[in-house]
């Protein structure tokens, strides 16, 4: 062999099961150049040879290729040992492993997890729970770089100077290590690795126009979840990913994603590391951080190893911000798209070895600084600062009085708290570990009852996002000690329960983050209306929409009514605008098919309701409105996503001939009336009276009446006008369906604040103070006082008032009252509508004569009055009777006089 020893050019090895090859560029003096010889050979041949185990660092950006590397590299290895940075990542990898090499050849070792065969051979480990005490061939760490992590840095550096494969080591991580791994491994090699795909930037964009296959991050649970609420509006839904959440919830989110269930993704900074995914574009919410300590801008390499998810393979992916990011500098950008960064000077450091004699010497070893240069004193982990709350306790502190119990103590302190907050609760529950421990003489046990209690308060599935995400940090805290196999009785059992628990919590928040953060119907719109000639629509009987399956709407009439309140009218998300795409595909022919129907129905089937919309099919379809002449509304078809214009118009044709038809049919009376050929006052009449909705107070037309001629008045009673005592009317449209079409015109064209609510039918009085001014008089009844009656019953009332009034004051009886409905209070106000005034009370009742209108003569003087002989008075007022005085024109007289010539 050369002194150069051998070097691997290339590994032959796929992941299906094949023997491993290896070619080489120099290889054993018996072999000719190119010859492949198995690695378990060379490994042989190595040792036989004093051959130093090679130590090879494989650097670069994401999609390099690393890990993908280093899987191949172990399995062509008779064995090894790979740690991750991340639980899942060990999961993920593990399984592959186990594909090409059988179950009972690979195990799984994480905090929470352990899955050792008795004939494991591959290793697949978080970074911590690296078994370091096996021999294997070879050893690999991932993500390197974390040694200069301030929470977990010390262990990466340990396994950096101290973690060794018998034939390989191997690190992998990014660029910016190299500097220090060549000062503090001399011997190391250098293997740099392009990225497969271009990273570029784009610039800003808004949430809501993000293009498909985007991950937006953000660096707070609450900004997560608004954003994923904004998405969920905009795009139908995102998923989860933080670094709160158990492996099986993130996998479930990213599933989802993978899935093509949603097209957008938010998560945290926990998504920059081992989560693998089909991903175009990377947008930064936020450039800056809270690090536990203060906030702060993150740095070009750490928004590198986040924006480097972005373009997987050989497709190439971009980075931006949101609108509401801070923007990063022109320099920095040029730096994450060159994968250019400043090298890293110093790393974390912690003293692997700490003492273990007793507290203080403990304290004082882990507070040991390093020798080496390029290596700092890591910050307080959180083992370190709970060993401190703990040493306080003096109970506790004088139980760790020998080497043992300060062993199990440092154990102990390095239960994790999953929810990153190391609080009282925390640090209690660690003390009271501790105390069941260390009966019987350091070889106690957790009481069997005490854990059950625990786990039990644990086990629930109800409560909100937030609550499952702080249970299931409880449930990994225990699934951490249960798999301590010499701190419980039936430590199996344990892992088994608390394993099963965390399974429920995970799927149980999985779906309430799909509950919250994705609507299942528009994201399955969104992406099917990418290729909507293959989607499939219909409508039930009752007008429900279905589309791809799922129930979007409804429709009433000519509109479609999304379900959810948030997507009717004018979408602006892109959710709700796939809803009404679809819609439109959905229900193309069916509107065209209602059209015409509407076309060729016949009057009946069309109706006007209360509130002035007109009704087909028993659903709305159109809205009057205030037209040019006040018996003339115009139609307005309902606003409809689903109407062109053409149809708009054809639907208002067909309405406008309804409309005028219903008003002939309800409106026959006065429409003819108006019609007419008439000239002089009572064209003028009927003008005034159609003006005002068929009705007239007489006082108001006193004018018209008095001009009509004897052949004038016998056209208008040909028509049915009524020229009566108190109203000019038209007894027709007293009848209830004129009179709800008369108040809904009025309403049209008066538009009051609150629309009033038409009359029962039948009623002869109304409260007045119940309607708005002008409504009574336009459905046909004439307020008198605290009342309105009907015109012909205030008619009647005049009528028998004349009678009983032709010889002078009379007393009101019964009758009144009967006809009007009313009470003896309220009849004073209604004579007096009818032309007669009150002139005394006595006990028999109350006595009413014609009220007539006069000039007031001078009041004479006391003195001045002289006695006449009775018969020269008598003969004088024959004499005025002669000459025609003037008589009142609302006088019963004067009314009498009109229906003599109306004869």
Known sequence: ???????????????????????????????????????????????????????????????????????????????????????????????????????????????????????????????????????????????????????????????????????????????????????????AEFDQRPRFSTLSYSGERKINRLPPQSVVVAFSASDVYAIAEQVRRHRGGAAVVMGALSPRTRNAQVAMYQAGEVDHLVATDAIGMGLNMDVDHVAFAATRKFDGKRSR?????????????????????????????????????????????????????????????????????????????????GAIADDEAALALLAHDKSIADMACDPNAVALLWEVCQIPDFRKVLSDAHASLLGR?????????????????????????????????????????????????????????????????????????????????????????????????????????????????????????????????????????????????????????????????????LETSPDEKISLSQDNIVCFAGADIARLKRGSEVLMPDIDPLASELLDTAMGERIAKRLKIWFVRHLEKHLKPLLCARRAELTGASRGLVFQMAENLGSLPRKAAIEQIEALKRDERKRLKALGVVIGRTSVYLPGLLKPAPTRILGLLWVLWNNPQSAPTAPHPGRVSLPSSDFPPGYLNAIGYRPAGRLALRLDILERIAAHAWRLGRKGPFLADSHFLSLAGCATQDLDPILKETGFRKTK???????????????????????????????????????????????????????????????
């Open 841 to 903: 009370k006595t006990e028999a009742g109350v006595y009413y004569a014609v009220e007539r209108k006069r000039s007031k003569p001078p009041t004479p003087k006391k003195d001045d009055k002289v006695s006449k002989p009775e018969g020269t008075k008598k003969a004088k007022t024959r004499k005025k009777a002669r000459k025609e005085p003037e008589i009142d024109p609302h006088s019963p007289f004067a009314i009498l006089k009109e229906l003599t010539l109306q004869r």
């Open 297 to 377: 801008p993150l740095n070009a390499p750490e928004l590198a190893q986040i924006a480097g998810r972005a373009g997987r393979h050989m497709n190439d992916g971009t980075f931006g911000l949101t609108a509401d990011a801070t923007p990063i500098t022109p320099e920095m950008i040029e730096d994450i798209e060159q994968h250019r960064f400043r090298p890293i000077k110093l790393i974390n450091w912690r003293n692997p070895e700490p003492d273990m004699n007793s507290l203080e010497t403990l304290t004082r070893s882990l507070s040991k600084p390093p020798d080496l240069p390029g290596l700092i004193r």
């Open 1 to 187: 062999m050369t002194p150069s020893g051998i070097y691997v050019c290339d590994v032959r090895h796929t992941l299906g099961g094949k023997t491993p090859f290896v070619y080489f560029f120099q290889c054993l003096p018996f072999a000719p150049a190119g010859t492949i010889i198995p690695v378990d050979v060379i490994f042989v041949l190595s040792v036989m040879n004093n051959h130093q185990p090679r130590i090879l660092a494989v650097l670069g950006p994401t999609n390099t290729g690393k890990t993908h590397f280093a899987m191949e590299r172990l399995l062509a290895h008779r064995s090894g040992i790979i740690g991750f940075p991340l639980r899942l990542l060990a999961r993920e990898n593990y399984e592959r492993a186990v594909a090409v090499k059988g179950a009972g050849k690979v195990a799984l070792i994480t905090g929470e997890e352990k899955i050792l065969p008795s004939g494991a051979q591959y290793f697949l480990c978080t970074v911590e729970s690296m078994p370091l005490d096996r021999r294997v061939a070879f050893l690999a760490v991932d993500e390197i770089q974390m040694c200069a992590d301030l929470e977990r840095g010390h262990v990466f550096t340990a396994r950096l100077l101290h973690a060794r494969g018998d034939a390989e080591t191997m690190f992998m991580g990014a660029e910016t290590i190299r500097p220090l791994i060549r000062q503090l491994i001399p011997e």
């Open 433 to 597: 570990i501790y105390r069941h421990l260390m009966t019987n003489n350091g070889r106690g046990k957790l009481p069997t009852d005490w854990v059950a209690d625990h786990v039990q308060r644990i086990e629930r599935c109800d409560g909100n996002i937030d609550t499952l995400t702080g249970r299931l940090a409880n449930i990994r805290t225990w699934t951490y000690v249960a798999h301590r196999g010499d701190w419980l009785d039936d430590a199996a059992h344990w892992q088994e329960r608390t394993r099963a628990i965390e399974d429920k919590l995970s799927d149980a928040l999985h779906e309430r983050l799909t509950q919250r953060f994705v609507d299942q119907r528009a994201a399955v719109l969104v992406k099917r209306l990418r290729d909507p000639d293959s989607m499939l629509a219909a409508i039930s009987r009752n007008g429900t929409v279905m589309v791809e399956g799922h129930d979007i709407g409804r429709l009433e009439g000519f509109r479609f009514i999304a379900d959810d309140p948030r997507q009717a009218g004018t979408a602006t998300g892109a959710a709700e605008k796939s809803i009404l795409q679809a819609a439109r595909r959905a229900l193309g022919p069916e509107i065209e098919k209602r059209v015409r129907r």
